[in-house]
């Protein structure tokens, strides 16, 4: 249809190159994570602020659904920022920082909690699921039958029967 009124050739190929790639960066850029992380919050040094990205994102938002603190914008994860920040400021080590915001907010706020009896169910779990999971299946596959039963053919007389439904449905 468009080829009729002309609108295809109107448009130069170079033309419709330039517009894919256009709708392609807004794509992009529409679907890219939204920074967090306020200007008035970045360090000076710009190791300390490498360090602080880093651990801010191995630490989980305690408000939000499984986001870590460096994409969050809930207050929480401001704060949280903050204090990772003045925490490096002050000479801790990252294995330091990570311990003193897991003694505030426990095991949750790690985004890969430790490996112990309270986070046993955690860790574990799926691959029980998908073990009892495999096991239903192999028994289910073990009790079907393993060949289907065949009909008998039929009788003369159901021949004929079937015969004659078949043409009184034809007229």
Same mark, same amino acid.
């Given at each position: 249809?468009?080829?009729?009124?002309?609108?295809?050739?109107?448009?130069?190929?170079?033309?419709?190159?330039?517009?894919?790639?256009?709708?392609?960066?807004?794509?992009?850029?529409?679907?890219?994570?939204?920074?967090?992380?306020?200007?008035? %919050?970045?360090?000076?040094?710009?190791?300390? %602020?490498?360090?602080?990205?880093?651990?801010?994102?191995?630490?989980?938002?305690?408000?939000?659904?499984?986001?870590?603190?460096?994409?969050?914008?809930?207050?929480?994860?401001?704060?949280?920022?903050?204090?990772?920040?003045?925490?490096?400021?002050?000479?801790?080590?990252?294995?330091?920082?990570?311990?003193?915001?897991?003694?505030?907010?426990?095991?949750?706020?790690?985004?890969?909690?430790?490996?112990?009896?309270?986070?046993?169910?955690?860790?574990?779990?799926?691959?029980?699921?998908?073990?009892?999971?495999?096991?239903?299946?192999?028994?289910?596959?073990?009790?079907?039958?393993?060949?289907?039963?065949?009909?008998?053919?039929?009788?003369?007389? %159901?021949?004929?029967?079937?015969?004659?439904?078949?043409?009184?449905?034809?007229?």
């Amino acid at each position: 249809m468009h080829e009729r009124l002309g609108i295809a050739r109107a448009i130069s190929p170079k033309k419709r190159i330039l517009g894919r790639i256009a709708a392609f960066l807004v794509a992009i850029s529409l679907t890219a994570p939204a920074a967090a992380l306020m200007p008035d %919050e970045i360090l000076n040094n710009p190791d300390l %602020e490498a360090r602080a990205r880093a651990l801010s994102k191995d630490l989980r938002c305690v408000v939000c659904q499984n986001e870590a603190i460096d994409s969050s914008n809930a207050e929480i994860a401001r704060q949280m920022r903050l204090v990772v920040r003045e925490r490096l400021v002050a000479g801790d080590s990252d294995g330091q920082v990570l311990d003193f915001l897991q003694a505030r907010y426990g095991d949750y706020v790690l985004m890969k909690p430790p490996i112990k009896p309270e986070t046993y169910l955690l860790w574990y779990s799926p691959a029980v699921v998908l073990l009892l999971g495999g096991i239903g299946v192999g028994f289910y596959l073990l009790r079907r039958p393993k060949t289907a039963e065949l009909a008998e053919p039929l009788t003369d007389a %159901e021949r004929a029967r079937l015969k004659r439904l078949l043409d009184e449905s034809d007229a």
